[in-house]
């Protein structure tokens, strides 16, 4: 599988900015006190003016628990994306519009033309319009939250597929799924699909970790949702001191060299992350 360096960043500085000050309770006042960095030059960071030094970056890392070197490559626009290749099964990212952002499903291939399915698009006919022509079949579906833009094409793929195998994080309810909790496994053929229960960017969030039992020394793939995104984090609107825990649970929890497919911006792999995200201090 090749990477998709063309794919931008989910969130630029000024976003990663924005959700570490809501997670430490600070305004940008408040933050330019704690940092000594001026407050005019926090705003425009905040409103896509970045024109921060690699100094004032590092205070502002200092100040908000982040790591510095990661937010010091944001602000040079050098966020570092490692290649996804060498996957032992096939993955489609299928990209959708949705509001004014893209949000991102996946469908990984199994044998003969089937796979599975995580995530669902914000509906059939968006699904439906960036699906790849190879797959004829899907033998089961994963959903990491119940949100419009990851599970509103959810009960639509169950018709058109005749899915009788579909998953949401224990605690969601969705009609025509099952509750899968942490540690919980589903295989299917040589893949296994392995839950991690993630609360933070919502109470009920699943990562799902993709191991092919055929090749157990390749690469495997963690769908992260919106738990963690290359260079970002989901927005902490359940709980910032849980996403911030489980992010790092989990990112140490699969081989560094584990491709990670967001729910939103390119894939990355753990060791990136748990190297550079901002939100690993
Ligand atoms: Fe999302």
Redo the contacts with the bound molecule.
């Keep these: 599988m090749k990477s998709h360096p063309q794919v931008p960043l989910e969130d630029e500085l000024g976003d990663v900015l924005e959700k570490a000050m809501s997670c430490a309770g600070l305004t940008p006042e408040t933050l330019s006190e704690r940092s000594g960095v001026p407050v005019s030059g926090i705003r425009d960071a905040v409103d896509y003016r970045p024109e921060l030094g690699p100094d004032e970056c590092r205070r502002l890392a200092a100040a908000l628990g982040l790591n510095e070197v990661g937010l010091c490559a944001l602000a040079s626009g050098k966020y570092p994306l490692p290649d996804s290749e060498g996957l032992p099964f096939r993955v489609w990212p299928l990209r959708m519009a949705h509001g004014i952002g893209v949000?991102n499903a996946y469908v990984v291939g199994g044998e003969g033309g089937r796979g599975l399915l995580f995530d669902t698009g914000p509906g059939e006919g968006a699904l439906e319009a960036v699906w790849p022509g190879h797959v004829h079949g899907i033998d089961g579906i994963f959903v990491t939250h119940i949100?419009a833009?990851?599970a509103g094409g959810l009960v639509g793929a169950v018709g058109r597929f005749g899915v009788s195998q579909a998953f949401v994080p224990a605690g969601a309810e969705a009609a025509s799924a099952r509750p899968m909790g942490e540690g919980e496994v589903f295989s299917l053929g040589a893949l296994r699909v392995t839950a991690f229960r993630t609360p933070g960017h919502c109470a009920m969030h699943n990562c799902y970790h993709v191991t092919s039992t055929a090749v157990p020394s390749a690469r495997s793939l963690l769908i992260s949702?919106?738990l963690v995104f290359a260079g970002s984090a989901?927005g902490p609107y359940h709980c910032h001191k849980q996403l911030r825990a489980h992010l790092r649970r989990v990112l140490a929890a699969v081989p560094p060299d584990t491709v990670v497919a967001p729910?939103?911006g390119p894939m990355t792999t753990a060791g990136n992350e748990l190297r550079y995200n901002p939100f690993v201090a």
């Design positions: 949000v949100e833009e990851h949702g919106d989901g729910g939103h």
